[in-house]
């Protein structure tokens, strides 16, 4: 049986838990097969909105976005893994087949990934909940492996 390779492991995060412990996923992988990782931030509805309505200040969601985006590069540089990072919205008014799911799978196209790793397990803050809408449909679409965690 040929070995799996793997070169890039792209995986969303929503600045959630979940997504966390599924960072330290996908930095395992691409340890073990010697990869890289991609983290895509995907901005849910209520955040798009928000932002749309003026209720959300852009440089909010930068900031939050921003530290996440430390935690991860943390968990990265303590595997020695390399990493690079993305923010990408999960919903659009104007462009109603826009979802979470296609963004994520669009994402790991564009970048030729070879494997995904997902969060699958509800988010106890609904605002960050955004990938357990997400999970199925990557799993059904995706091209790619996929590890949902």
Known sequence: MAELEVDLVIVPVDGS????????YAVGVADRYDATVHA?????????R??????????????????????????????????????????SKEIKTLHPGSVVLDTAEE?????????????ADADS?????????VLQYASQPVLSV
């Open 50 to 91: 928000g932002m749309d309505s003026g209720a959300v200040a852009a440089d909010e969601v930068a900031d939050d976005t921003e530290a996440f985006g430390d935690i991860v590069r943390e968990i990265a540089g303590e595997a020695d893994v390399s990493l690079s990072t993305s923010v990408v919205q999960g919903f």
């Open 111 to 123: 970048l030729d990934a070879d494997f995904v790793v997902i969060p699958r397990e509800p988010a």
């Open 17 to 24: 838990d979940e997504s966390r412990t599924a960072v330290e």
């Open 129 to 137: 909940d955004v990938l357990e809408k997400t999970a199925e449909y």
């Open 40 to 48: 895509v931030y995907v901005l849910g509805e209520p955040t798009v």
